[in-house]
């Protein structure tokens, strides 16, 4: 069993910057794989990024080059860095954790409760 907390979103205009976090707690072998979903009105819930525990990242073609995500292992938490955002990037960032990493993405069944990212001027 895992939770997950999400916190760091609200609004930006166009071109600002914010960071995400997303602390775990519970079984640590279930968290291995931790990532980003977000979800837009009236959207499908689609994958932004994913990080595991030794290190290896894969973004969706539509965040790269602006994303980056990471992870403190010792605090089991992962953070996404959000830089030059647009107001497509308006959505619910979802946390999500998996024990295993499966190509292409597939979320796991852990997800978090979602925090508002609003780009707009």
């Known amino acids: 069993q895992v939770q997950l907390v999400e916190s760091g979103g609200g609004l930006v205009q166009p071109g600002g910057s914010l960071r995400l976090s997303c602390a775990a707690s519970?079984?640590?072998?279930?968290?291995?794989?931790m990532g980003w979903y977000r979800q837009a009105p009236g959207k499908e819930r689609e994958f932004v990024a994913h990080?595991?525990?030794?290190?290896?990242?894969n973004y969706a073609d539509a965040v790269k080059g602006r994303f980056t995500i990471s992870r403190d292992n010792g605090k089991n938490t992962v953070y996404l860095q959000m830089n030059s955002l647009q107001p497509e990037d308006t959505a619910v960032y979802y946390c999500?954790?998996?024990?295993?990493?499966?190509?292409?993405?597939?979320?796991?069944?852990?997800w978090g409760r979602g925090t508002q990212v609003t780009v707009s001027s």
């Open positions: 999500n954790a998996r024990a295993t990493l499966i190509t292409p993405p597939h979320p796991g069944a852990y």
């Open positions: 519970g079984s640590i072998f279930s968290s291995n794989v």
């Open positions: 990080c595991t525990r030794a290190g290896t990242t």
